[in-house]
């Protein structure tokens, strides 16, 4: 791992890897010229990315890894359609733009084949440059473009874009793949359409039965990958879901202690639900000022009346019983969820200590049964 530009950049065996088998494949100068291109605006690519996340207030890094390099970044506010789909196109943006430049400089005229394909390096900064950076623009996913367009369906079919998007992506990229392989010209670039199509369905096979991100976050770091188990989470926290229904959580304790450890500091936020999620776990692994003080912040950005539940059952945790008492008023006042608030007194352990407070019972009173 190196720092550049403040971003941490972690450099994976598999890109390596790659490089080498490149310059192995190929075997002569444009094999050189090709693995340091793409290695370099693999690099500027993912920096874009990420210079345009921080722009947006995300903490972000770079991770480059086998046929592939992505930047995640943590909101430290709410991130808005438009400024996700900015943040997708910043990367191939500033890859095609620093390519045509360096192109440019070297004399070679990047629209004019018989300009850049006379040079093993005009040739390999061309395909590593313009061409790979417009390949990322293709409206399918994973790739920029594809998430771009998932940003302007969710306005239209919110919860549905990513599933809609993926069977349209796996059409196109299936039958690109067939047309590739019938075709002697284009049949070596196949195998790098089979391995997308490949991604995709493992992509629409995940979205077939949603689980809840902490029950696939304990299962990477069960398989030994905390940096994917950090990764989901986080992803889950920073992009807001409307009107997301929270998914069971069926972790148990010691693992979520591991998996809390594993998130950026400070917490992420960005979805409402998984934030109330984080602050039930919270209190559940004993973290009840942690859980207090996030619930609180989550309730200023998005009040809502379990956000407010939450802060509540923290306080009553800490024996801070006057401070239980004025956030269970707060949740019933914002009034999102009387039913919830109602179970919340009810059965919560927290508030065995206020529960019978005869301002409690006033609250209670008010709202619908628990169901």
Excluded: C
Excluded at 34 to 49: D, M, Q, R, V
Excluded at 56 to 72: K, R, T, V
Aim: charged share 15%; hydrophobic share 50%; proline share 7%.
């Amino acid at each position: 791992m190196f720092r550049l530009l403040g971003f941490n950049v972690h450099v994976q065996p598999g890109f390596v890897m790659f490089m080498l088998l490149i310059v192995v494949l190929y075997g002569d100068e444009f094999g050189l010229w090709l693995a340091g291109a793409i290695a370099g605006f693999t690099l500027i690519h993912e920096l874009g990315h990420a210079v345009s996340a921080r722009r947006s207030g995300a903490h972000a890094e770079i991770s480059l890894g086998f046929l592939a390099g992505y930047a995640s970044y943590v909101p430290t506010r709410p991130i808005s359609r438009a400024e996700h789909a900015w943040i997708s196109f910043s990367g191939p943006g500033i890859h095609i733009a620093t390519s045509v430049a360096v192109l440019l400089a070297l004399g070679a005229n990047p629209l004019d084949p018989a300009s850049f394909d006379s040079d093993a390096a005009t040739f390999a900064i061309w395909w590593a440059g313009p061409a790979i950076g417009l390949l990322n623009l293709i409206p399918v996913l994973p790739l920029d473009g594809g998430n771009i367009v998932v940003q302007g369906l969710d306005r239209l079919v919110p919860g549905r874009a990513r599933r809609i998007m993926l069977l349209f992506s796996i059409g196109v990229t299936g039958a690109a793949a067939i047309a590739m392989f019938a075709s002697e010209r284009f049949r070596g670039f196949g195998i790098f359409i089979a391995f997308l199509l490949v991604t995709q369905l493992q992509m629409l096979g995940s979205s077939k039965a949603p689980t809840s991100p902490w029950n696939d976050a304990a299962r990477s770091l069960a398989a030994g990958r905390p940096g994917r188990a950090r990764r989901t989470l986080t992803a889950a926290l920073s992009h807001s879901r409307p009107n997301a229904a929270p998914l069971p959580i069926e972790v148990a304790p010691t693992h979520l202690r591991e998996l809390v450890d594993l998130l950026p500091r400070p917490l992420p936020f960005g979805d409402p639900t998984n934030e109330y999620l984080l602050a039930n776990v919270l209190i559940s692994i004993g973290r009840h000022e942690d859980a207090a003080h996030y619930a609180a912040a989550s309730f200023a950005r998005h009040p809502n009346t379990l956000s407010a539940s939450a802060v509540a059952r923290a306080s009553g945790a800490l024996g801070d019983q006057r401070t239980a008492i004025g956030w269970l008023r707060a949740a019933a006042d914002v009034g999102t969820s009387p039913a919830g608030l109602a179970h919340v007194i009810d059965g919560s352990p927290e508030l065995i200590g206020v529960r019978n407070h005869p301002d409690v019972e006033a609250i209670r009173r008010t709202l619908s049964p628990a169901g």
